[in-house]
Structures are given as structure tokens and as C-alpha cells.
């Protein structure tokens, strides 16, 4: 019997000493990340018979087993997920909001500034200081495109830096997984759970989880199968399939995720790659960083074409109109859209190229052009063109009928040379790099009389004139000429119409009420205030002539003091010439900085809602399995007692064992 109290005492000192132990482990680890707080679990042992019935046999530490809750710890890892993309996503924002939103650094007071200049201008239409002024002015509005674009690259660069960066963490964590699915796999042999081991890897999990959102799950020997996005595989038991940051095949500047497989490097959509740091990286730079870019490029290539499309219709300081020599049409510069050629594509890929279309005109210029990047496409039948931001397309089977299909909506063309059969991709990005090189013309910069401010035809009632009509002053549109200048209107009152001499003018449009009649020939009727137009150049004539009465539309020499192209081109600020006649400069500029702003509160707000739910589930594991010392601390007692207790109940059996041998002998 003394035996049997023996052993259940010794039991009892080694359950009590390792309830001690696993007790002050937790309290060592009550700050070391990841920790679930462990306990003994204690069984009691077999019984034996006896005539009395089964008398126990004391108990045994069966495992140690930890405070883990699988459903709360994945609900805590994807909140964490999403916080970590979320404030990457909003600090990103941030940057780009104080870079557009800057009053002094913005697009918004260089606009303004320049077309004050061209007020200027006007007011003191010969005055050479006023044009410098102009000219000033417009070389400060380039170097503000320009900024703020070198601004938004370095943006691009932190983002290839940081995928580089977040890709090689990814795969350290995949790494350092593997291994302890190893590890855990060997521990496993003994029937035990290797509960630190266990609490490492769920740890390297919830870190993993701050760069990518991953997927995991456990097969029957323990390991994890770890995997993002629609299910590509990155840690297989003790295999690693690692990520690589590789340029992307539609644009090699720009640095997307792939996957090496044994096949070669698998390049993944930016769609596949969701959570974490890395995934609201890319996200921002899909969603915003590439609609700041577009959308700024496309107002520094709207003002280029708008301006230059308005400059042309004028007469400079030295008498040059279009078609003259020494004209210089352009004041700003901008390149044609960017095409980029997939690096899949064969050697005999055509060679894509795109060009602006002249900006459309109703009362005053305007472009038709986005803020979206069109993907190109030929699969062996039809070339089909497809803007990204909605997925809109046009299909035809070549260039020229998919221009044709196209039309003027997109505010440019495309061209190609060169075929060889084969499947080709492109990049179109029509506006990304116009604020980096939009700039003033040098060789307009050269000489500020290069600059039109003044109309190229002037009109005229003659002297002899007895009637009370007045003659508005000409102005010219798209595509006008001067050929057969001086035209000369005479009037017949008997039948109420002019004859228009030279010939060579005809058509001629008659205007009224938005309603216009075309004239191949004389007589030409008059009607009071009705817009008269020919070879692209249109006036009014008003009142009433008599018969014989003459009106002259001739070229503009000597008009040193004409402001009438300076007075247009200063109109450009506040006209309709964006978005096919929907918005101006400023208030594209506006819309811009107004969508982002909007953005940023949402992402905020989003990002809120979730680090309050990360809270919550962080809570709800600590109350699990989170240390707590007043429970510890009492465990400590507890176990203490139950330890002395044991330690009693062995002296006791010891003595009665001695008892015994003493009666014996």
C-alpha cells in the first residue's frame, strides 16, 4: 500500500512540477509576439481491482496543450491584411494629395498666372515687354507640368522599390515557414504538440500577412500550404515557390510580381495580388498614381493642342500668318502618345505608332481626350483596341479601320508599318508623359513677335457707303486661307442680297438661328445679322445698307495693334476644352484633385472601420490566448501548494514504508 501512495505522490510532485514550469513559461513569454499561453492537461491514470473495488492510482500530465482559437486568429489575420494595405494605400494618398493640392505648387495659380500674361497681351497687343511677359509665364506653367510630374515618377520609383522590397520579405517569411513545417513535422513524431513551434509559425503567418494576403491551409501531417491570390502555391510542406519583382512585359519600367516556376517566371495580374503592403502598392498605383499621371498629362496636352490649335489662326508681329514661311504655328510642345510593345512580341510585330488629332472646334477648341492607357491587341483576325479604365473596346480587321471604328472620341490615331503574322500585344498610353516634356517652343522662345496675337483678314465698310450697316470684324477658323483676298460684298437692294466678288470664294455659308445654307454662286442674301463664311473665315454684317453700298474682307497688313487671336487664346481659360467640350483646365485640374481627395477620405474611413475590427479580434485572441499574470500568478500558488502537498504525501509513504521494514525485522 505504501508503494502505491509512493508512486501516486511521485505522480503528483511531477504533475505539480511541470504545471510549475509550463506556468512560468507563460509568464516569459507574456510580451514575445504571437505567444498562445499554454496549460497541462492532466488524465488520471488506470485504476487497479480490488476486493474493495478499483482503488485510483493517482494522475499524469497527458500534454501541454495551448489557448488557440483557429477561427479568431484567421479573423484577426485578415483585418490585419486589410489595415496594412489600407495604410499603405492612404499614406500614398497623402503624398500625392499635399504634391496637387499645393496652392503654390499646383497646376491651378501657373494656369492662371499665364493666361493673365496673355490679358496683358492683349491690352498692349505690339508691346515687347508684355510678350516676354507671356512667354515668361508660359516657360513657368512648363516647369510646373514638369514638376509635378517628376514628382509623381518618384512615386512610380518608391513603388518598384518597395514591391523589390516587399517581395523579399514575402519569400523570407515563405522560407522560414518551410522550415518549420520541417521542424514541426520531426516534433510531431513524438505524438506531442511543439507548441512554440506551432506559435512561431502562426506568427511568421500573421506577419506574412502585413506584406500579402495569404491563404492557409493544414494537411493531415501538420505542414501548411500557404497561397495567394487565385491559388498559386508559395510554401508546399517544405517547398518554397518564391516571388520575383520583374518588369512587366507591357511596360518594362514598371515592376510587377511574379511567380518562378521550374517553367520560368510566371508574371501575375496585379489583380491576383491583394492585401498587405504590397498589395495596396500596387492597387494605388493602379488606381490613382496612373489617373494622376494620365489625368495631368492630359491637361498639359489639352493646353498644348488647344493653345496651338487657337495660336495658328493668328497673325504675329512681323505680318506672318499660316502658310507663311517664317510662321511659327506651336507656342507649346508636346510628343505624340506613347505606344509600348509587349516584350512577347515576335521580331516582326508591327511597329504601332499614334499620333494626336487635331483638336475638334465648335465656338472654340477642345479635345476628346481620356485619362485611360488603351491595351492594343491583334489575334491573327482583327486588331482590338481597349481602354482600361472601363473596358470599352473597338475591333476591326486593320489600323485603318479601327481608326475609322474609333473615330474622334479618343483624340488620337494610330499607325502602322510593317507584318508578319503572329499574336501582338501593346501598351497606348496617350497623355502618361505629356506634363514631363510639354514645354514653350524654343524657337518661339527665340522671338517673342513670333507670337499671334492679332487676326489675320480685317474687314472693312467703304467710305462711299450711304447706308447704316456695320461690318463685324472678321475672324478665322480651322483650316481657313486668304486666297482671293480682298473679297469685296456689294449690295443690291432691289432684291435684297450681295454679290461677292472674287468667285473663287464660293461656297459661301449663311448662318441664322443655328441654321446655315450654302451658296455655290451669286446672288448671296442678305439678312440682318446672319454669320457669312467662307474659306474658314466668318463675319456678321448688321443694319441697313443701301444700294451700292460695298464691305471688304481682306489680309490684316499692318495690324501691329490688333488683339482679336490674343483676346481667343485668353478665352481658352475659361471655355469648354477638355473632355469633349464637358470641362476646362481648371476645372479638369479641379475634378482631378477632387477625386483623390475624395479617395483619401475613403480609404481613411475604410482603413478606420478595419483597424477597429483588428482591434476587436486582437482583443478577443488575447482574452483566449493571451497571458495573464493575476491568473498566473495564482496558478503559481496553486501549483506551489499542490507541489508541497505531493512532496508531503511522499515523506508520509516514505515513513510508512520504513514502519514497515522496521516491524519485519
Do not use: C
Not at 157 to 165: L, P
Not at 261 to 283: F, Y
Not at 297 to 303: D, E
Amino acid at each position: 500500500m505504501s508503494v502505491g501512495i509512493f508512486s501516486i505522490g511521485v505522480h503528483a510532485l511531477q504533475n505539480a512540477q511541470i504545471s510549475l514550469m509550463t506556468t512560468e513559461h507563460n509568464i516569459a513569454n507574456i510580451a514575445t509576439p504571437g505567444y498562445n499561453r499554454q496549460r497541462t492537461i492532466p488524465a488520471t491514470n488506470v485504476p487497479y481491482y480490488t476486493g474493495a473495488g478499483y482503488v485510483g492510482t493517482g494522475a499524469h500530465i497527458m500534454t501541454i496543450g495551448r489557448m488557440y482559437d483557429i477561427f479568431i486568429t484567421g479573423q484577426a489575420n485578415r483585418e490585419q491584411t486589410a489595415v496594412s494595405e489600407l495604410q499603405t494605400y492612404a499614406a500614398d494618398l497623402a503624398h500625392i494629395n499635399n504634391i496637387l493640392m499645393d496652392d503654390t505648387a499646383g497646376m491651378s495659380s501657373a494656369l492662371k498666372d499665364f493666361f493673365a500674361s496673355i490679358q496683358q497681351v492683349a491690352a498692349d497687343p505690339s508691346s515687347l515687354t508684355a510678350r516676354q511677359s507671356m512667354l515668361s509665364m508660359g516657360q513657368v506653367l512648363a516647369a510646373r507640368f514638369q514638376s509635378l510630374d517628376s514628382r509623381l515618377s518618384e512615386l512610380y520609383q518608391s513603388a518598384n522599390t518597395r514591391i523589390q522590397g516587399d517581395v523579399s520579405m514575402i519569400n523570407s517569411y515563405a522560407h522560414q515557414i518551410a522550415d518549420l513545417n520541417l521542424q514541426i513535422s520531426i516534433a510531431e513524431s513524438t505524438h506531442q504538440p511543439p507548441n512554440d513551434l506551432y506559435d512561431r509559425r502562426d506568427q511568421l503567418v500573421t506577419e506574412l500577412n502585413k506584406y500579402v494576403r495569404v491563404n492557409v491551409t493544414q494537411d493531415s501531417s501538420g505542414a501548411y500550404t500557404v497561397s495567394i491570390g487565385t491559388g498559386h502555391q508559395l510554401v508546399t510542406r517544405t517547398h518554397v515557390t518564391e516571388f520575383e519583382a520583374i518588369p512587366s512585359s507591357a511596360d518594362p519600367a514598371r515592376l510587377v510580381v511574379g511567380l518562378k516556376l521550374p517553367t520560368g517566371t510566371q508574371e501575375l495580374p496585379d489583380s491576383e495580388i491583394i492585401g498587405g503592403s504590397l498589395g495596396g502598392t500596387l492597387k494605388f498605383r493602379a488606381d490613382s498614381l496612373d489617373k494622376a499621371s494620365n489625368s495631368l498629362g492630359r491637361i498639359a496636352a489639352s493646353v498644348a493642342l488647344t493653345f496651338n490649335a487657337q495660336h495658328a489662326l493668328g497673325q504675329d508681329l512681323n505680318g506672318n500668318i499660316q502658310g507663311d514661311a517664317n510662321f511659327m504655328a506651336k507656342f507649346f510642345t508636346v510628343p505624340e502618345p506613347n505606344v509600348i510593345p509587349d516584350s512577347r512580341n515576335g521580331a516582326g510585330a508591327p511597329v504601332i505608332t499614334a499620333e494626336f488629332l487635331p483638336p475638334s472646334y465648335e465656338e472654340n477648341f477642345y479635345t476628346n481626350l481620356t485619362d485611360s492607357d488603351y491595351e492594343l491587341e491583334w489575334d491573327g483576325a482583327n486588331w482590338t483596341l481597349t481602354r482600361l479604365t472601363d473596358r470599352v473596346s473597338w475591333s476591326a480587321p486593320s489600323i485603318a479601320a479601327l481608326n475609322t471604328a474609333m473615330g474622334d472620341t479618343q483624340g488620337f490615331r494610330l499607325n502602322a508599318a510593317g507584318f508578319t503574322p503572329g499574336n501582338y500585344s501593346y501598351t497606348i498610353r496617350p497623355t502618361r508623359d505629356m506634363a514631363r516634356n510639354f514645354a514653350v517652343d524654343p524657337k518661339m522662345a527665340a522671338d517673342t513677335r513670333q507670337i499671334a496675337v492679332a487676326a489675320p483678314v480685317r474687314t472693312s465698310a467703304g467710305a462711299a457707303n450711304a447706308g447704316h450697316a456695320t461690318i463685324s470684324a472678321g475672324m478665322t477658323g480651322p483650316g481657313y486661307s486668304v486666297a482671293g483676298t480682298p473679297v469685296t460684298l456689294t449690295y443690291n437692294k432691289a432684291s435684297n442680297d450681295f454679290s461677292i466678288a472674287p468667285a473663287l470664294v464660293f461656297p459661301v455659308d449663311v448662318t441664322v438661328n443655328g441654321v446655315t445654307t450654302s451658296y455655290s454662286g451669286n446672288p448671296v442674301p442678305y439678312i440682318n445679322g446672319a454669320t457669312i463664311a467662307f474659306n474658314g473665315i466668318r463675319f456678321e454684317i448688321n443694319g441697313s445698307p443701301e444700294n451700292g453700298d460695298t464691305f471688304e474682307i481682306a489680309r490684316n497688313t499692318g495690324g501691329i495693334s490688333d488683339n482679336r487671336n490674343a483676346l481667343l487664346l485668353g478665352q481658352l481659360q475659361t471655355g469648354n476644352t477638355m473632355s469633349g467640350k464637358a470641362a476646362g483646365f481648371l476645372s479638369a485640374y479641379a475634378q482631378l484633385v477632387g477625386d483623390l481627395g475624395s479617395k483619401g477620405r475613403e480609404v481613411n474611413a475604410t482603413m478606420s472601420a478595419h483597424q477597429i475590427l483588428l482591434e476587436q479580434a486582437q482583443s478577443a485572441r488575447e482574452s483566449i490566448s493571451g497571458v495573464n499574470l493575476d491568473e498566473e500568478a495564482a496558478n503559481l500558488l496553486r501549483y506551489q501548494q499542490a507541489y508541497q502537498a505531493a512532496a508531503k504525501m511522499i515523506d508520509i509513504a516514505s515513513k510508512m514504508f520504513d514502519a514497515i521494514l522496521a516491524i519485519r525485522t
